[in-house]
């Protein structure tokens, strides 16, 4: 099973980003995706999950900014990223959880203040 993560870049504080993952492979079932992030000298924290029913969680720190989503067709994930803070700035990797968990390579996200 691999994911590919896309969309990062560099925006400035209040701009927009998407954040895709696609899964492929050898895949039967995914339950819960998401996406974590690590920002420099800190540990990685859960971003968003979603199962495959639909139901999300937040970090509180993006609630009311991020909304993830997902399409089990594509078996892709996505992270739409808006009113972007400096603070958002990190590495965002995504996760697929089926037999086991499988992550993204990672993707950069930059916010200019």
């Known amino acids: 099973v691999q994911l590919q993560a896309s969309g990062g870049g560099l925006v400035q504080a209040g701009g927009s980003l998407r954040l895709s993952c696609a899964a492929s492979?050898?895949?039967?079932?995914?339950?819960?995706m998401g996406w974590y992030r690590q920002a420099p000298g800190k540990q990685r924290e859960l971003v968003a999950g979603?199962?495959?029913?639909?139901?999300?969680n937040y970090a509180d720190s993006v609630k009311g900014r991020f909304i993830i989503s997902r399409d089990n067709a594509k078996n892709t994930v996505y992270l739409q990223m808006n009113s972007l803070k400096p603070e958002d700035t990190a590495v965002y990797y995504c996760?697929?959880?089926?037999?086991?968990?499988?992550w993204g390579q990672g993707t950069l996200v930059t916010v200019s203040s």
């Open positions: 979603i199962t495959s029913g639909g139901s999300t």
């Open positions: 996760y697929a959880k089926i037999l086991a968990v499988y």
């Open positions: 492979g050898n895949i039967f079932r995914i339950n819960g």
